[in-house]
């Protein structure tokens, strides 16, 4: 049982989207615009740490699977990009920097794909500006989510909206980099 947890984290990751999507669209007198809020982004904060907490499970209980890792990466993505289409249809974000994001993860999903099919995943391994890029992101998206004041004097949809033109840098660095490395794979040209 115990071996199975960083999978079981992994799927309650991928039912709280809809959960999350839920919460937007609940009438005001079950939720209060400022209570839909708090619980949405609590609801996506709880989602960013089971994805900590379900790697760090897997790798300190050797309970690694070719299953989990491959189903680990589809749960992140798909909820940012559900919390991403929900912010555009919040009006809380601007669609072009959503769809940037999004695009990105799946040609970079792609690649990585196609580089394992290779032989060549290492080629195209999550390197510390992806990580950096994840981190703005979840930045974001939980500062649009939330969208009420936390700090005084502080604006969350400020703040949101900054971190997320830095996550669409970073988002276009990382695949820029991802591709350069792929690049000798993509020309034909293999390298020796």
């Known amino acids: 049982m115990i071996l199975k947890l960083p999978t079981a984290l992994t799927w309650m990751r991928i039912v709280m989207i809809p959960v999350l999507v839920a919460v937007y669209y609940m009438p005001d007198d079950w939720l209060s ?4 809020n708090w619980v949405g982004a609590s609801i996506f904060v709880a989602a960013a740490l089971t994805d900590w907490f379900d790697g760090y499970l897997a790798r300190a209980l050797g309970a690694t699977s070719a299953f989990g890792a491959f189903l680990d990466p589809v749960a ?8 991403l289409i929900l912010l555009v249809h ?5 669609s072009f920097l959503a769809m940037i994001i999004i695009g990105r993860e799946i040609t970079i999903s792609a690649l990585r794909e196609w580089m394992a099919q290779l032989g060549q995943a ?6 510390m500006i992806g990580k950096i890029k994840t981190a703005a992101q979840m930045v974001a998206i939980t500062a649009l989510l939330l969208y009420e004041p936390v700090i005084p004097h ?11 033109w830095l996550a ?8 820029f980099h991802y591709l350069r490395l792929a690049a000798p794979y993509l020309s034909g040209k293999l390298p020796k």
């Open 33 to 36: 615009p400022v209570a839909r």
């Open 76 to 83: 992140d993505k798909l909820i940012v990009a559900a919390a």
């Open 90 to 94: 919040l009006e809380r974000a601007e």
């Open 122 to 127: 290492k080629s195209v391994a999550v390197v």
């Open 154 to 164: 502080v604006s969350t949809p400020w703040v949101g909206t900054v971190a997320l």
């Open 168 to 175: 669409v840098i970073l988002t276009l660095w990382s695949m």
